[in-house]
Nanobody
Framework: EVQFVESGGGLVQAGGSLRLSCAPS????????IGWLRQAPGKERELVSC????????YLKDSVKGRFTISGDNAKNTVFLQMDSLKPEDTATYYC???????????????YGQGTQVTVSS
């Protein structure tokens, strides 16, 4: 059974940082693209970032460029999302999900975890 475990969320003040981790079980991260999606209350789920280790491709949503960094550690089978200079509008539940490639459509990704809550206070 494939299961993704997200961790690292929390409550932080605007301008602060968090590092999210995604550790899949029953799944090897370097075989697929791994994306971080987020969903705020009343809003659609959106793709924030993606990484595909096999070809080095990455994607960052325009609104997080310069603030977020995605990376992978194949030895630990883990993908990270470093989030700096957080803003209140980054508040959402963050999910990691798998896709065949780093496409930009959130619907291309299959989330297998429960997500981790990120709350940024102003």
């Amino acid at each position: 059974e494939v299961q993704f475990v997200e961790s690292g969320g929390g409550l932080v003040q605007a301008g602060g940082s968090l590092r999210l981790s995604c550790a899949p079980s029953g799944f090897t991260v370097d075989d697929y693209a791994i994306g971080w999606l987020r969903q705020a209350p009343g809003k659609e789920r959106e793709l924030v970032s993606c990484i595909r280790s096999s070809d080095g491709s990455t994607y960052l949503k325009d609104s997080v460029k310069g603030r977020f960094t995605i990376s992978g550690d194949n030895a630990k089978n883990t993908v990270f999302l470093q989030m700096d200079s957080l803003k209140p509008e980054d508040t959402a539940t963050y999910y990691c999900a798998a896709a065949f490639a780093c496409t930009t459509g959130a619907s291309d990704y299959i989330p297998y975890g429960q997500g981790t809550q990120v709350t940024v206070s102003s």
